[in-house]
């Protein structure tokens, strides 16, 4: 028994997984692996559509399809900012928000984040094609030369203009108080030498 589930190590819907491959031509693409945990939504996301369609590599033409496979990990430790896991809805209607979304299928979220930044022509199928997101760190694709993506830095603020002021100004009636009491107790102290 143990020989069987170290031939198989993907413990997913192997079937799903390669789904579509044989309708890409595979010669020349690289395959690209993203790691999810961590990162905020729409900033992954937007990384992700500029890889699939090949506008990170220098001979990048809108009209023909030149991206390389994307392999999405980790993608159920997605994160998003704000409030958007209640207030944001999956859907036209109000029936599921983004927080029930990531708990029933974490990967249709990061596949309609990443096909509604795509443009909407006729090579978008074949972009969704080498597309595939998995929700944990396994996948079937250990076989393929798999090179790691880098998230670019991004020069995001930490903190809103206002609370940032109101932090600062927090900070230093709390650093008045204390040299305030230590100044009076510096003051009291000299009384009672003299």
């Not at 992954?44 to 590599?57: H, M, P, R, Y």
């Not at 969704?128 to 393929?144: N, Q, V």
């Amino acid at each position: 028994m143990a020989a069987s589930t170290a031939a198989q190590p993907f413990k997913g819907n192997l079937k799903k997984a390669l789904s579509g491959l044989r309708r890409i031509n595979l010669d020349g693409l690289r395959w690209r692996v993203f790691d999810a945990e961590g990162q905020v939504l729409g900033r992954l996301a937007s990384q992700i559509a500029t890889v699939v369609q090949g506008k990170d590599k220098p001979t990048y033409t809108p009209y023909r399809e030149d991206g390389d496979m994307c392999v999405v990990i980790n993608a159920k430790d997605v994160c998003v900012t704000g409030r958007k896991l209640t207030d944001k809805y999956v859907g036209n209607l109000k029936e599921r928000s983004l927080k029930d979304q990531l708990a029933k299928d974490p990967t249709e979220v990061i596949r309609k984040a990443v096909l509604r930044m795509l443009p909407r022509n006729k090579l978008r199928d074949d972009r969704d094609r080498k597309l595939r997101i998995f929700e944990g760190s396994e996948h079937p694709f250990g076989d393929r030369s798999l090179e790691p993506h880098v998230m670019p830095p991004g020069n995001v603020r930490e903190m809103r203009p206002r609370a940032r002021r109101a932090l600062i100004r927090a900070q230093k009636k709390a650093e008045q108080t204390i040299t305030g009491t230590t100044k009076k107790s510096s003051k009291d102290k000299t009384d009672i030498t003299e």
